[in-house]
């Protein structure tokens, strides 16, 4: 069906409110990242889920920042006490298992979340 | 410590002639490298990885180990090629298999 769904696009926000970012995969794949893109940059990573399970959370700038896949599927990334350094655009992609001694799978992007804290 | 580097923010040629987007890299493992575009008002997408030796919309990128460079390149430019690239890396194995560490893109134009 259709690739990863993100939502919102855009997202305005005054500083020190919270914020919550969806990200709907690609049905079937394990594999689930959070990348923040800063203006002028290359995406960063941000956190990655194998099912429900965070393996890897190195990534998340500040404990405002949380994420969660709960049934292994939609993943929300929430944003505490926003600050104006949040302000970017939010992206998601899933790609199928990828385990030890597996090859990496092609990662799928979604259209990404544009938030900008005022 | 992983790191990618695009040397050229911009790049602009003209149609028909050569491109060469360069892309070095560090990483103290065995890294697999992508090139990733995006062109106006998409989503980034693959446009290939090292491991699959292909050529996609006549783009081809080899791997140099010994010179840690990944450069794209193209024999003739097409005007719907402005878009802009990333290069990326990715390590193997590991609890963080598949994590992407891109660098900062290069914008390329082609012009008619």
């Known amino acids: 069906g259709a690739g990863v769904s993100q939502s919102p696009r855009y997202k305005v926000a005054k500083r020190g409110q919270d914020v919550a970012l969806r990200c709907d995969p690609i049905?079937?794949?394990?594999?689930l990242f959070w990348y923040q893109q800063a203006l002028g940059q290359g995406p960063e990573f941000l956190t990655y889920f194998q099912n429900e399970a965070q393996l890897d959370k190195s990534g998340l700038p500040s404990d405002r920042f949380f994420a969660e896949r709960p049934e292994g599927s939609v993943s929300t990334l929430k944003i505490q006490r926003t600050q104006q350094e949040d302000s970017a655009v939010y992206l998601c992609a899933s790609s199928l298992a990828g385990g030890q001694g597996r090859r990496n799978q092609p990662q799928h992007f979604g259209d990404g979340t544009r938030l900008s804290i005022l | 410590a992983q790191r990618v580097t695009q040397p050229e923010k911009l790049l602009s040629v003209f149609k028909g002639a050569p491109v060469e987007l360069k892309c070095n890299y560090s990483?103290?493992?065995?890294?697999?490298l992508f090139w990733y575009v995006q062109y106006s008002r998409q989503r980034l997408q693959l446009l290939l990885r090292h491991i699959s030796r292909e050529s996609i919309k006549g783009f081809t990128a080899d791997l140099n180990k010994g010179e840690t460079s990944f450069h794209l390149k193209k024999p003739f430019a097409q005007e719907e090629d402005s878009a802009m690239y990333y290069c990326?890396?990715?390590?193997?194995?590991?609890?963080?298999?598949?994590?992407?560490?891109f660098g900062r893109g290069t914008q390329l134009t082609v012009w008619p």
């Open positions: 990326a890396l990715s390590g193997q194995g590991g609890s963080t298999l598949g994590r992407l560490y």
């Open positions: 049905s079937g794949h394990v594999s």
């Open positions: 990483y103290s493992g065995s890294p697999e």
